[in-house]
T-cell receptor
Framework: DAGITQSPRHKVTETGTPVTLRCHQT?????MYWYRQDPGHGLRLIHY???????DKGEVSDGYSVSRSKTEDFLLTLESATSSQTSVYFC????????????FGPGTRLTVL | DAKTTQPTSMDCAEGRAANLPCNHS???????VYWYRQIHSQGPQYIIH???NNETNEMASLIITEDRKSSTLILPHATLRDTAVYYC????????????FGKGTRLHILP
């Protein structure tokens, strides 16, 4: 498996507080992704990055921002957490070539009360 | 919406081959077929992918029909650890082409 770690693995927070989730990779992959997984919806792409300081929106980006200041780190920030953002968040990485695919981290379970 | 159709669930006896079908009748010429699985509470795990030729790796085999409108993932000797949700995904092999996960097939390996 690709060396992908996520921190924290579990977090409980209150509505209105800021939250930052971190994804760290050791594979030097160009692309990094943030997904959320909810019952009945499967995995949905929030944001992705195609290089340092290069990011783009996914299908459910409202309420989220991201930053990538180093190849190995991709941060997901909830500026003001809401209960609808309670979910399991997965980071993924990949090279984006025809022989490559995406490798997923272990996930972060976030609960917003 | 996902571009693939998979059965909701399947059972397979331990030690037997598990054959998971997937329909992707609208696949375009340069889209690949990817398979992932997700074991409970873990992140999705890549299994295999292919364009038009059959593929095999240490985990599984992928059989793609000649018209590319369907495929089958084969786990040759299923074990209890293969119990998971299996996702068939069609996409371009580009980093900016997102993976759209449908509902997948829940595979139960029976002892």
């Amino acid at each position: 498996d690709a060396g992908i770690t996520q921190s924290p693995r579990h977090k409980v927070t209150e509505t209105g507080t800021p939250v930052t989730l971190r994804c760290h990779q050791t594979e030097n992959h160009r692309y990094m992704y943030w997904y959320r997984q909810d019952p009945g919806h499967g995995l949905r792409l929030i944001h992705y990055s195609y290089g340092v300081k290069d990011t783009d929106k996914g299908e459910v980006s409202d309420g989220y921002s991201v930053s990538r200041s180093k190849t190995e780190d991709f941060l997901l920030t909830l500026e003001s957490a809401t209960s609808s953002q309670t979910s399991v968040y997965f980071c993924a990485t990949g090279q984006g070539t025809s022989t490559d695919t995406q490798y997923f981290g272990p996930g972060t379970r976030l609960t917003v009360l | 919406d996902a571009k693939t159709t998979q059965p909701t669930s399947m059972d397979c006896a331990e030690g037997r081959a598990a054959n998971l079908p997937c329909n992707h009748s609208t696949i375009s010429g340069n889209e690949y077929v990817y398979w992932y699985r997700q074991i409970h509470s873990q992140g999705p795990q890549y299994i295999i992918h292919g364009l038009k030729n059959n593929e095999t790796n240490e985990m599984a085999s992928l059989i793609i029909t000649e018209d590319r409108k369907s495929s089958t993932l084969i786990l040759p000797h299923a074990t209890l650890r293969d119990t998971a949700v299996y996702y068939c995904i069609v996409r371009l092999p580009r980093g900016d082409d997102k993976i759209i996960f449908g509902k997948g097939t829940r595979l139960h390996i029976l002892p």
